[in-house]
């Protein structure tokens, strides 16, 4: 019953940045990992990147490797700084928070947000 609330995506133009913020909520512990999933149109839900409780572990897509920072502020918040954006970048973005770093590769996921769209303008 853990809530997600995302905010941050919009317009941009390539090579430009954006940053997504992602809060939870609910009366539950707080995740070991959070992390992003995007989906473009056509496609199926990706991993992006994750993070765990204490930022010691952190993974990224190839895709975006260099490119965007994931972290968390406190136990409940994680943000996704995206810099150099590209088109093929354009998708919506979801939340994801779990206790396993296996969930987020097996896409077995504890809650996820309603997503945020990224939109990328060559």
Do not use: H
């Not at 009366?27 to 990992?33: E, K, M, W």
């Not at 992006?48 to 409940?76: C, H, P, Q």
């Amino acid at each position: 019953q853990v809530q997600l609330d995302e905010s941050g995506g919009g317009l941009v133009q390539a090579g430009g940045s954006l940053t997504l913020s992602c809060v939870t909520s609910g009366p539950r512990l707080t995740s070991y990992y959070m992390g992003w999933f995007r989906q473009g149109p056509g496609n199926e839900r990706d991993f992006v990147a994750l993070i765990n409780w204490n930022g010691d572990i952190k993974d990224y897509a190839d895709s975006v490797k260099g490119r965007f920072t994931i972290s968390r502020e406190d136990m409940k918040t994680a943000y996704l700084q995206m810099n150099n954006l590209q088109p093929e970048d354009t998708a919506v973005y979801y939340c994801a928070v779990g206790n396993y770093y296996s969930d987020f590769k097996s896409k077995v996921i504890e809650a996820w947000g309603q997503g945020t769209l990224v939109t990328v303008s060559a």
